[in-house]
């Protein structure tokens, strides 16, 4: 009987001992699969530039990639439709400029902040659900209206003063000319 204690103390001891290296085992597995994803020196899967995908690619590669697809547009020409009066305007006269680099810097550093676990969260957000990262574009503001103007004053007409009065129950708003 004594030596069936003994059995039985040691089958109870070994379940313990393999549950506890089973346990440890994963535990190591799960560290080491966040240590491999955190230290990629890529950008991360489901990154993307605008709708250009560059998750997987060095900074290097995305970049090439960046400059291969916005240095193909050169100078654009936006078309303008206003009821009717359809016009074109050349990007180079309202200092129309895409700024890819910006965009790339961001992707480069998407899932590089916060803490361990944050990241490796980030990391399988991007990788299940995409992360976009938007381009970058500016322009001209105050040029872009000058010539929006010069093409559609016929279309408008000057403002003449205006009387407001406040009734009782109404706001009446008359030309004062």
Request: glycine share 8%; charged share 25%; aromatic share 10%.
């Given at each position: 009987?004594?030596?069936?204690?003994q059995k039985?103390?040691?089958g109870?001891?070994?379940?313990?001992?393999?549950?506890?290296a089973?346990?440890f085992a994963?535990i190591?597995a799960?560290?080491l699969?966040i240590q491999?994803?955190?230290g990629s020196?890529?950008i991360?899967?489901g990154?993307s530039v605008g709708?250009?995908?560059?998750?997987g690619m060095?900074r290097s590669e995305?970049?090439?990639?960046?400059?291969?697809y916005?240095g193909?547009?050169?100078?654009?020409?936006?078309?303008?439709?206003?009821?009717g009066?359809?016009?074109?305007?050349?990007?180079?006269?309202?200092?129309?400029?895409?700024?890819?680099?910006s965009?790339?810097s961001?992707?480069v550093?998407a899932?590089?902040k916060?803490?361990?676990?944050?990241?490796?969260?980030?990391?399988?957000?991007?990788k299940?659900?995409?992360y976009?990262i938007?381009?970058?574009?500016?322009?001209?503001?105050?040029?872009?209206?000058?010539?929006?103007?010069?093409?559609?004053?016929?279309?408008t007409?000057?403002?003449t003063?205006?009387?407001?009065?406040?009734?009782?129950?109404?706001l009446?708003?008359t030309?004062?000319?």
């Amino acid at each position: 009987m004594n030596n069936e204690k003994q059995k039985s103390k040691l089958g109870k001891k070994g379940i313990a001992i393999i549950s506890a290296a089973a346990v440890f085992a994963v535990i190591f597995a799960f560290l080491l699969h966040i240590q491999i994803v955190l230290g990629s020196k890529n950008i991360y899967s489901g990154v993307s530039v605008g709708n250009i995908d560059v998750g997987g690619m060095s900074r290097s590669e995305a970049k090439k990639e960046l400059k291969n697809y916005f240095g193909s547009h050169g100078e654009l020409v936006l078309n303008f439709d206003c009821e009717g009066v359809e016009f074109a305007i050349n990007s180079k006269d309202i200092s129309f400029e895409i700024n890819a680099d910006s965009a790339l810097s961001d992707a480069v550093n998407a899932g590089r902040k916060g803490g361990f676990f944050k990241r490796y969260r980030d990391i399988m957000s991007y990788k299940r659900n995409g992360y976009t990262i938007p381009i970058k574009i500016t322009y001209d503001k105050d040029r872009l209206l000058v010539l929006v103007d010069e093409q559609i004053q016929d279309m408008t007409t000057d403002s003449t003063p205006m009387d407001v009065q406040i009734g009782t129950d109404r706001l009446y708003v008359t030309n004062s000319v």
